[in-house]
């Protein structure tokens, strides 16, 4: 679900500017999954550009408030959303923590970084929604320190049926600021790709683990 249809459109033409998204239908990407695709993103790269990471820290910090009510943390699920993650807490005025992909093996043996008290409202800050699973275990780990998870709000998804379905089954609320039914559309509008092309990106979105073979 995304925050609004005007953000959705904004964010991903930013995000197709600076070439954080490339849609190459005619020269597929291949995922560390093993799946071949026809578009990649890395929303790494809004850091590298002062005015696309300040669009997203603004539009994530109106609307998660607005959705979700101020909460008292914002999480950040590592690697990819730690920077903008930081950005939004900052924005808030909130506290700020991060969830390991399993926990340490030395030390405290911590998987949530940061300080976290028992019963807090936490956001989950993510880059990006494939099928939801890495930044559902973020979840998972949130809320096995004591956390009260809120929601999550994602920079993109590309709306695969699993995703939807490991998070209802979940009960967590996901939310976007754009996604790739809104990117399509635009990308034909802004010529990145033909009509053609558009044909062959949905029929991937509906069946991803099997494209190309």
């Known amino acids: 679900m995304i ?3 005007d953000t959705a459109e904004k964010t991903a ?12 239908p005619r ?9 071949c695709s ?11 550009f002062p005015a696309v990471r300040n669009y997203l820290r603004e539009e994530f910090s109106k609307n998660i408030e607005k959705q979700f009510g101020k909460p008292d943390v914002i999480a950040g699920v590592a690697t990819g959303a730690i920077g903008i993650g930081i950005l939004v807490a900052e924005s808030l005025g909130l506290p700020f923590v991060y969830v390991r992909p399993e926990p340490k093996k030395h030390g ?11 019963g807090q409202n936490v956001i989950v800050v993510e880059d990006l929604i494939s099928t939801g699973n ?20 994602a920079i993109f998804s590309y709306g695969f049926e ?9 009960n967590v609320d996901l ?32 069946s991803p683990s099997t494209w190309g073979k």
């Open 3 to 5: 925050f609004n249809k």
């Open 13 to 24: 033409e930013l995000l197709l500017q600076i070439n954080a998204i490339k849609l190459n």
């Open 27 to 35: 020269n597929p990407f291949i995922w560390a999954s093993g799946w």
């Open 38 to 48: 026809p578009i990649y993103c890395d929303n790494r790269i809004t850091l590298s």
């Open 108 to 118: 405290r043996l911590n998987q949530v970084e940061g300080y976290l008290q028992k």
């Open 134 to 153: 890495s930044s559902l275990l973020a979840v998972e780990a949130l809320k096995e320190a004591g956390a009260n998870v809120k929601g999550m709000a």
């Open 162 to 170: 699993v995703a939807s379905n490991n998070f209802k089954k979940a």
């Open 175 to 206: 939310y976007t600021l754009s996604n790739y039914e809104n990117l399509l559309p635009l990308a034909v509008a802004k010529r990145y790709i033909t009509e053609e092309e558009e044909i062959t990106l949905q029929e991937w979105r509906n």
